[in-house]
């Protein structure tokens, strides 16, 4: 055994060797200092996974951050063929390389190498595998926790981590991100691969009221649904904003609305002038490209105050905006579509 080999099990038959360590993860595309996210899994396999013929060379590099003679950059782990066979169906496939109903008792000792992993979140799932509790922290950063999920989702052995990802999402609770971020999408994601259906719902809301455009899977494998069903009700809060304002304006033009013609001049001028500023005049598509439910809502809100600093009488001009946004959010579907789990 090569004496820079990370030790999970000294009597493991199985060697992973990890290339490629810590590859670019979830790139938010306003970040213009970090490389491209490679493309997500199933549409274009990008790991490097296979068993290794041939001995084991040694290379001489510190522990746990390798380089091989040809200077790249590898991970080695001793660990145990059952402790992974039994929870992980992927890691299974990749130690027997897909041959069913071989026992974890006939595996030979043997290399098998992925690639791409961050090196932490990598060495946490195997520690997890072989019941080493001890390894375990007790707090994870959300961008590890997404960095493990996306190792757990590709291996297929959630559940093997048990009460852990519960555990550590709330303990990030007081750092929970409140805008539309890169944090947002790796929160959608964790809770999504961890099944926490109450942390997923609460992000999606957040994505929905707080992206100014169309969300972003960041490479993540989300399922499409999710990502369809943001971007829907996104779309579907800023249409029914501006169809409500429009049809405030429309209630006055035909005097349903109002309570004399300076009062529904005066509205109807501060209305039509506001939105044509605001560009709010064109097409609703127009506007979600430009604006975030949560902005457009802060802006609307303020024309409430124009119309009561012209207000001649006594009508509730707050009221009819307060309307009109309580309108567009009751559009919006709070539940998360079906069968996200499948
Ligand atoms: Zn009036």
């Not at 390894?135 to 291996?155: F, M, Q």
Request: proline fraction near 6%; charged fraction near 25%; charge should be negative.
């Amino acid at each position: 055994m090569d004496e820079n080999t990370t030790v999970i099990d000294p009597d493991g038959e199985v060697t992973i060797i990890l290339k490629n360590p810590n590859a670019p993860f979830a790139v938010w595309d306003e970040d213009p200092e970090v490389e491209p996210s490679t493309p997500k899994n199933g549409e274009e396999e990008t790991n490097e996974e296979h068993e290794q013929s041939g001995d084991i060379e040694p290379n001489g590099a510190t522990p746990g951050d390798n380089k091989k003679s040809d200077g790249e950059k590898v991970i080695r782990v001793q660990v145990s063929a059952k402790h992974l066979m039994l929870p992980s169906p992927g890691l299974r496939r990749l130690i027997t390389g897909g041959k069913e109903g071989r026992s974890p008792k006939k595996i030979r000792p043997k290399e098998i190498v992925t690639d791409r992993w961050n090196t932490k979140a990598f060495l946490l799932l195997l520690n997890i595998l072989h019941c080493r509790h001890s390894e375990v922290p007790r707090k994870l950063s959300l961008d590890i926790l997404a960095r493990l999920a996306e190792i757990v989702d590709h291996y297929d052995c959630t559940e093997a981590l048990g009460c852990y990802p519960e555990m550590w999402m709330n303990l990030l609770e007081a750092v929970r991100p409140t805008e539309y971020s890169r944090d947002l999408i790796l929160w959608i994601w964790v809770s999504w691969v961890f099944h926490l259906p109450r942390q997923l719902a609460e992000a999606t809301l957040i994505a929905i009221w707080e992206s100014n455009g169309p969300v972003a899977d960041l490479g993540l494998p989300i399922p499409t649904e999710l990502i369809d069903h943001i971007n829907k009700q996104r779309q579907a809060a800023i249409s029914g904003l501006v169809s409500s304002l429009n049809a405030l304006r429309h209630g006055l033009l035909c005097d349903s609305k109002g309570c004399s013609f300076d009062c529904r001049f005066m509205a109807i001028g501060i209305l039509t002038k506001s939105m044509h500023q605001n560009s709010l005049s064109v097409d609703a598509r127009i506007v979600a490209g430009q604006w975030s439910f949560h902005d457009l809502k802060f802006m609307v809100s303020s024309f409430s105050r124009q119309l009561e600093e012209h207000s001649r009488c006594q009508c509730q001009y707050t009221s009819w905006i307060k309307e009109v946004i309580g309108s567009a959010e009751n559009s919006v579907t709070k539940e998360l579509p079906a069968d996200l789990w499948g």
